[in-house]
Structures are given as structure tokens and as C-alpha cells.
């Protein structure tokens, strides 16, 4: 079934041209952020791994990344309130610039998990870019986030990383999402 076709998809909330550009300027600040340094972006599994790719291959720098995945979801569209390591960083942060590179910023509660386990790590500095956060994010949750690519509605997204039990995940463009938990 074509995409435009299927019911559970709504309308296209960031369209995929806008995308490119605003991870373009994101890599670009970056880039200015760290000039003479080589940072380390440390992406979250899985929602922020094409955001993660075009995001490096913006920065005008030599960077290097790395990998976590954490569940506070699981396969349910309502978070459970409890954030889990699932796969750890494989290379040493000390005394390195990173930047956690999210999706998207929900609740903040995996952010400010992932911000206090990094920061026992000692990194040499430690920020964060997220490429969605939604209007209901408490501002101070926000706070800390150096880049955000777009604020959204409070409303279920999917593609360009995001998903529902896994699906919508390649869409180019980021779409509402109409289904029902569960489905």
C-alpha cells in the first residue's frame, strides 16, 4: 500500500525539503560550535539514526559518533516511565566534546536520564541536539538543548526515523500519525 494511501497516516507536519535544510544549519552551528575540535555525537537508538547520518554528514568538521539505545516505550505509544540502557556507548567520552543527538523531546525524562549518565562519564563539555521537541515539553526540560531542528504540536509523528511499533520509520517526510495504540 502507497504511503499517501494508508489511513493511519495524516498530514505531512515537516516536509522533507525543510528537513534537509534545517539539518544543514544544525551541522553548519555545530560545525562553529566545535572549529579545531573533533566532536563525538552519540546518537539514540533507534529514532535518531537517519537524523544522526545527515546530521554528521552536515558538520563541516571531522566528527566521529557512537551509538546508545534506551527503551522508556518499548513497543507502546505511552512511555513507561522508566528509562533502560538496552545497548550501551562503545567508546570512552572522557574528556571529549559530545553532543547527544535525539529524535525527538518528549516528556525531557530520556534526555535528563541520558544527560546525567553521560555527564558521570566526564566529558570535556556535553550538549545536546534534538531535532523535534514537542510543545508540551516543560520549558526547563528544554533548557539544556542547544539545538532543536523544529517544535511540534503535541501530536504522535512518524518517519524520518520515527516509528509506531516500528513502521513509518523511512518516510522522508515527518507525518501525524492517526492510528490507534496497539494497532
Known sequence: ???EADPELGDVLVPAAEIRARVQELGAEIGQAYAGERPLLVGVLKGAF???ADLARAVPAPVEYDLMAVSS???STESSGAVRVVKDLDLDIADRHVVLVEDIVDSGLTLAYLRDLLAARRPASLEACA??????TPP???????????HIPDAWVVGY???VAERWRNLADIRIWRGQPGS
Open 1 to 3: 500500500m502507497a504511503f
Open 50 to 52: 537517519v537524523f544522526l
Open 73 to 75: 516505550y518499548g513497543s
Open 131 to 136: 531535532l523535534l521537541a514537542r510543545s508540551s
Open 140 to 150: 526547563g526540560d528544554l533548557a539544556w538543548i542547544r539545538w532543536i531542528g523544529f
Open 161 to 163: 526515523g520515527l516509528d
